[in-house]
């Protein structure tokens, strides 16, 4: 043995357990072989403790690094989730535009006749008071501008300006139990308007000749055919009023759409709690280390990467949902790491 080399060893030698481990440690992470002479240092009464010190670390790299590898996959998949969502918002905005189109801007079909009665029972209809006061109040020029106390009070000025026209006979009306009620027909003859007739979706009917009953029904079924499908589709802003599929177990693109969000939310939770599970079990390892942290470079580099993978989700989730973060870690990922790694039997110890 060199005289240099006898001084190294003679350095080594008093060294404590923890402080040799922890070299040992620092040389690892930095990918070095350990120096010549520094396990012939070691005291026998340290080996031991030098070898419990390094099965630590190595456990909890190896540990922390398989459960970082597993959330990033998870991560992954939650991404593709994401962009599925994306996909749906894509599918919803064309499928607005058809519901657009069939709703506002084609006629339900019916027939004259039809069309007939639906008007002559929309003249017998009831309107309350103050809904035909309402009415007035949207052709006022300045309705816009007025605040919801204006607004109550001019609709109530309105409504005290009806109730003689009944009196005189202008308006048709009767006594309801609450309040005044004006006939639909009158009021809208007073006015100068045609009665509305409205279908229960849309907003006009395409009126057709009585001869033409047939295509009136054909063109009626391929209408509810083309709504059954859109109701299918998913709905952006998302639709309450979505009818549900008539099989509870037959899940349409919409609802899957509208469930998306919540699924996509509980994942990033449950895996942002698990990172912070991990970044306490790291830390609580390093307490052995002198606060060295007992992972590889490449494992913390990983770490950091899915923790920002997670932070990225959560920005692009924010369209649909406002996502908090948890701050404290998941009980049940320290508890486990913990028994994996060995720091519970040492607890127990």
Same mark, same amino acid.
């Given at each position: 043995?060199s005289? =240099?080399?006898?001084?190294v060893?003679?350095?080594?030698?008093? *060294?404590? #357990?923890? !402080?040799r481990?922890? @070299? %040992?440690l620092?040389?690892?992470?930095?990918?070095?072989?350990?120096?010549?002479?520094?396990?012939?240092?070691?005291?026998d009464?340290?080996?031991?403790?030098?070898?419990?010190l390094?099965?630590?670390?190595?456990a909890?790299?190896?540990?922390?690094?398989?459960?970082?590898?597993?959330?990033?996959?998870r991560?992954?998949?939650? =991404?593709?989730?994401l962009?599925?969502?994306?996909?749906?918002? *894509?599918? #919803?905005? !064309?499928?607005?535009? @058809? %519901?657009?189109?069939?709703?506002?801007?084609?006629?339900?079909?019916i027939?004259?006749?039809?069309c007939?009665?639906?008007?002559?029972?929309?003249?017998?209809?009831?309107l309350?008071?103050?809904?035909?006061?309402?009415l007035?109040?949207?052709a006022?020029?300045?309705?816009?501008?007025?605040?919801?106390?204006?607004?109550?009070?001019?609709?109530?000025?309105?409504?005290?300006?009806?109730?003689? *026209?009944?009196?005189?006979?202008?308006?048709?009306?009767?006594?309801?139990d609450?309040?005044l009620?004006?006939?639909?027909?009158?009021?809208?003859?007073?006015?100068?308007?045609?009665?509305?007739?409205?279908?229960?979706?849309?907003?006009?009917?395409?009126?057709?000749?009585?001869?033409?009953g047939?295509?009136?029904?054909?063109?009626?079924?391929?209408?509810?055919?083309?709504?059954?499908?859109?109701?299918?589709?998913?709905?952006?802003p998302?639709?309450?009023?979505?009818?549900?599929?008539?099989?509870?177990?037959?899940k349409?693109a919409?609802?899957?759409?509208?469930?998306?969000?919540?699924?996509?939310?509980?994942?990033?939770?449950?895996?942002?709690?698990?990172?912070?599970?991990?970044?306490?079990?790291?830390?609580?390892?390093?307490?052995?280390?002198?606060?060295?942290?007992?992972?590889?470079?490449?494992?913390?580099?990983?770490?950091?990467?899915?923790?920002?993978?997670a932070?990225?989700?959560?920005?692009?989730?924010?369209?649909?949902?406002?996502?908090?973060l948890?701050?404290?870690?998941d009980?049940?990922?320290?508890?486990?790491?913990?028994?994996?790694i060995?720091?519970?039997?040492?607890?127990?110890?």
């Open positions: 043995m005289a =240099a080399q006898h001084r060893e003679k350095l080594y030698s008093g *060294l404590s #357990a923890n !402080e481990a922890s @070299l %040992r620092k040389w690892w992470k930095a990918d070095t072989e350990d120096p010549p002479g520094f396990y012939r240092a070691t005291p009464s340290q080996i031991p403790e030098v070898n419990r390094i099965r630590l670390f190595n909890a790299h190896r540990e922390t690094a398989w459960y970082t590898a597993w959330l990033y996959a991560l992954e998949a939650t =991404a593709h989730r962009a599925m969502l994306s996909v749906f918002h *894509l599918w #919803a905005l !064309e499928t607005n535009r @058809l %519901r657009e189109q069939i709703e506002w801007y084609s006629g339900e079909p027939t004259q006749s039809r007939d009665q639906l008007l002559a029972g929309a003249r017998e209809e009831l309350p008071l103050e809904v035909a006061a309402d007035l109040m949207d006022e020029p300045d309705s816009d501008e007025l605040s919801d106390d204006e607004w109550d009070q001019r609709i109530q000025e309105i409504a005290e300006r009806l109730r003689p *026209l009944v009196d005189r006979g202008v308006l048709a009306g009767e006594q309801g609450a309040e009620q004006l006939r639909a027909g009158s009021f809208y003859d007073w006015r100068g308007e045609p009665v509305p007739v409205i279908p229960e979706r849309g907003l006009r009917f395409a009126v057709f000749p009585d001869d033409a047939i295509e009136v029904e054909r063109l009626g079924e391929e209408r509810q055919k083309l709504r059954a499908i859109l109701d299918e589709a998913p709905h952006w998302p639709a309450d009023a979505v009818v549900p599929p008539e099989d509870p177990a037959k349409t919409s609802m899957l759409a509208d469930g998306l969000p919540l699924a996509i939310a509980a994942h990033l939770t449950k895996a942002w709690s698990e990172l912070l599970a991990i970044e306490q079990v790291v830390g609580e390892v390093a307490g052995s280390f002198a606060g060295e942290e007992p992972i590889h470079p490449d494992a913390r580099e990983l770490l950091d990467e899915v923790k920002g993978s932070l990225k989700l959560v920005e692009d989730l924010k369209p649909d949902f406002d996502l908090i948890p701050e404290e870690p009980e049940g990922a320290v508890q486990r790491l913990r028994f994996l060995g720091l519970e039997e040492e607890e127990d110890a």
